[in-house]
């Protein structure tokens, strides 16, 4: 009989739910030190606050577990408690997730379905947030379709640190970081969960951010992989929800609200894409209908941050590179991102 591995542990204990919450003990970091020997198993958590039943159930359920696997005869788990001063109702398993050094805030830009202009929002919302005197980063994780090299106009790879990290190339006085950068041409992602996973790992913790005032998280469409992975590998400060007025579009947006709710993650607003258009003449065509974004938010209980009609200018600014916040601020198409990026730094603040 081969001999468990901790890998093989962890993988088990991903059974174990966080009381209260979908997700699982490991994800939220609890893991501390593993030991086998002679088909026994010692694992050490770390619980944060001084939740006794928490504790206990976590515990119970970690030994059932660990004892079902095969070759194990004996299973030892200690439940340590941080900062034991706390009341035993403010256990909270996020704060077993540490934040990445030097970054403020982390803010994931998520969407239902494809081809609602969350990219292009991301890219705005960065620049403009910038402009407003904040630090900023943006992240790809869009690993199959990155777009936010062109985008940003930079096709640049990064350089690697004296501390063996990837410096993130900017531009537009933001910090970015993309598969596309680590790409040869139209070359493919062909590629299982688990290498999105440790790529997105990576891309948080193996690349030197440098002090940012936030930290914005271009998801891909769905919520799938990416979406986990980056939930499970740093505590979230909120999610930004982009949609189009259609019904087509709202309804996966609950979807992706529900997932941000399933893993503890909160709304902080949504956004309605390609909300109307102006014609040369002045008159106003609602090619994909209006108004659902703000109506779908108030069934959600979730804040509105505004509407960003369909310009030509934006997607100009996109195939360009020069995002149109940055191009054209004081137009009307440039201080419709001005104003939703004040809107969702009221929210963080």
């Known amino acids: 009989m081969s ?7 962890k993988t088990a204990l991903t059974a174990v739910k966080y009381p209260g919450y979908s997700r ?31 504790a206990q159930q976590i515990k119970a359920e970690s030994e059932q577990v660990l004892r079902a696997l095969p070759g194990v005869e004996k299973a030892y788990v200690a439940v340590e408690h941080q900062g034991t001063s706390a009341s035993p109702g403010a ?4 704060a077993q997730q540490n934040k990445v050094p030097g970054i403020r805030r982390v803010v994931a830009v998520a ?20 402009q407003l005197g904040a630090r900023v980063g943006l992240l790809d994780c869009d690993i199959y379709g990155p777009s936010i090299p062109l985008m940003m106009g930079i096709q640049q790879r990064p350089t690697i640190s004296e501390q063996q990290k990837m410096v993130p190339p900017s531009n537009h006085g933001v910090k970015l970081m993309s ?34 005032d936030f930290l914005l998280v271009d998801l891909p469409p769905g919520t799938g992989d990416a979406q986990l992975s980056l939930c499970q590998t740093v505590p979230l400060d909120g999610g930004v929800i982009v ?10 947006v609950r979807k992706g609200i529900a997932m941000f709710q399933k893993v503890n993650v909160p709304i902080l607003g949504l956004i309605e894409n390609m909300s109307y258009f102006i014609t040369p003449s002045c008159e106003r065509v609602e ?34 590179g020069v995002p149109v916040v940055v191009s054209a601020a004081k137009a009307p198409e440039g201080e419709v991102f001005l104003k939703i990026a004040e809107a969702l730094r009221r929210r963080l603040t």
């Open 3 to 9: 001999k468990i591995t901790e890998e093989d542990i």
């Open 24 to 54: 699982d003990i490991v994800s939220f970091g609890m893991i501390k030190r593993i030991a086998t020997s002679n088909g026994a198993v010692s694992v050490t958590m770390q619980l944060a606050g001084g939740n006794a039943q928490i």
């Open 91 to 94: 256990s909270s398993p996020w």
């Open 111 to 130: 969407s239902g379905k494809g081809g609602v202009g969350k990219s292009t929002l991301s890219v705005n919302l960065a620049c403009a947030l910038n």
């Open 179 to 212: 598969m596309g950068f680590l790409l040869d041409g139209d070359q493919p992602v062909i590629w299982r969960g688990p290498m999105i996973m440790k790529t997105i790992q990576q891309f948080i913790g193996a690349v030197e951010w440098g002090e940012l």
């Open 243 to 252: 949609t189009t007025p259609q019904e087509a579009s709202l309804g996966v």
């Open 287 to 320: 090619i994909f209908g209006h108004g659902g974004g703000r109506a779908e938010a108030q069934r959600q209980n979730v804040p509105f941050l505004g509407e960003v009609p369909l310009y030509t200018a934006i997607r100009e600014g996109g195939d360009r």
